[in-house]
């Protein structure tokens, strides 16, 4: 009867024991191995806008299209255009016949003054005259190359691989010269945000690899590398420029440490269709292995 206290002594003993033991491993892992939930997927998005104004004639394109550099986006109605370079020639043959007339004249006044003909005052007209109509000449010329530029720009061309998103107009729209008329998803430019608390960064750091999971495919986990870490983040009474990220937490009556971004790049291709704003979970492993597409496809 005496050994059984013992007995029950023995056993709390061991619970404490191994509860201390799942701690320190959890904390062990929390230190060295930092991981969030509260991630996402983010790219760069080219705001693609006119850079003249005029009403849009054509738009070869579909919602969420992907396009190649280089491809056709849409028009703008160039006839305003062309009738501006039409002008502009007919100004820079104008300017050039005046340019030659001032190269006779100045040419004619030049061997009258050797001969004593007329004086220096009429010499230094002709120059001032040929002078005038040379300046006029490359100033008409110029307003050539800009009119050719602006006729140019009334057809758009994808400036990066991507995808076309939020696109919601049609031909007949008129556009002004720098209104973003649709975004433009760089395909190349994928990478993720990793929002880790401020006690874990000190413990992140430019070449960790990470394990991340895209909620929808968590048994598809993706490796990546860490390429950097956060300086700063939006600050809601106005301390810091509006230019930084915007950081939400979750628990507003809760004093939380806030959460700074880690940029991560996939190592390799994607092995999942990426999307800006899907949530994503990611992991500091340090040990694990790139995984490519390639790979990924050879085991399955």
């Known amino acids: 009867m005496k050994k059984r206290p013992t007995f029950q002594y023995i056993i709390t003993i061991c619970i404490v024991l191994a509860a201390?033991?799942?701690?320190?491993?959890?904390?062990?892992?929390?230190s060295e191995m930092p991981w969030t939930r509260d991630g996402q997927v983010q790219a760069n998005v080219v705001g693609i806008a006119p850079r003249v104004s005029g009403p849009i004639i054509q738009i070869p394109l579909i919602d969420n299209q992907e396009v190649k550099k280089g491809d056709f986006l849409f028009e703008i109605d160039p006839a305003t255009f062309q009738a501006a370079l039409d002008n502009a020639q007919g100004m820079l043959m104008k300017a050039e016949a005046n340019f030659v007339q001032s190269s006779q004249e100045l040419d004619r006044q030049t061997q009258l003054f050797k001969t004593q003909v007329v004086d220096l005052r009429d010499l230094q007209n002709a120059q001032d005259n040929y002078n005038a109509a040379k300046a006029e000449q490359a100033a008409a010329q110029a307003n050539v190359n800009s009119a050719q530029l602006n006729l140019q720009y009334t057809k758009v061309f994808a400036p990066v691989d991507g995808y076309?998103?939020?696109?919601?107009?049609?031909?007949?729209?008129?556009?002004?010269?720098?209104?973003?008329l649709l975004a433009l998803v760089d395909k190349n430019s994928f990478w993720i945000a990793g929002y880790f608390k401020e006690t874990q960064i000190r413990h992140i750091k430019a070449g960790d690899k990470a394990r991340v999971h895209l909620m929808g495919h968590y048994w598809e986990p993706m490796e990546g590398v860490?390429?950097?870490?956060?300086?700063?983040?939006?600050?809601?009474?106005?301390?810091?420029?509006?230019?930084?990220?915007?950081?939400?937490?979750?628990?507003?009556?809760?004093?939380?440490?806030n959460r700074f971004p880690v940029r991560i790049h996939l190592a390799g291709e994607s092995i999942v269709p990426l999307r800006i704003g899907q949530t994503v979970s990611v992991s500091i492993t340090r040990d694990s292995?790139?995984?490519?597409?390639?790979?990924?496809?050879e085991k399955k």
């Open 20 to 30: 201390l033991a799942v701690a320190m491993l959890l904390y062990f892992r929390y």
């Open 164 to 180: 076309v998103t939020n696109m919601n107009t049609s031909p007949g729209t008129y556009v002004n010269e720098g209104d973003q």
């Open 289 to 297: 292995e790139p995984r490519t597409k390639a790979e990924k496809t």
């Open 226 to 257: 860490v390429h950097s870490v956060g300086w700063g983040i939006f600050v809601q009474n106005g301390a810091t420029v509006n230019l930084l990220p915007q950081v939400n937490q979750t628990i507003d009556w809760v004093r939380l440490p």
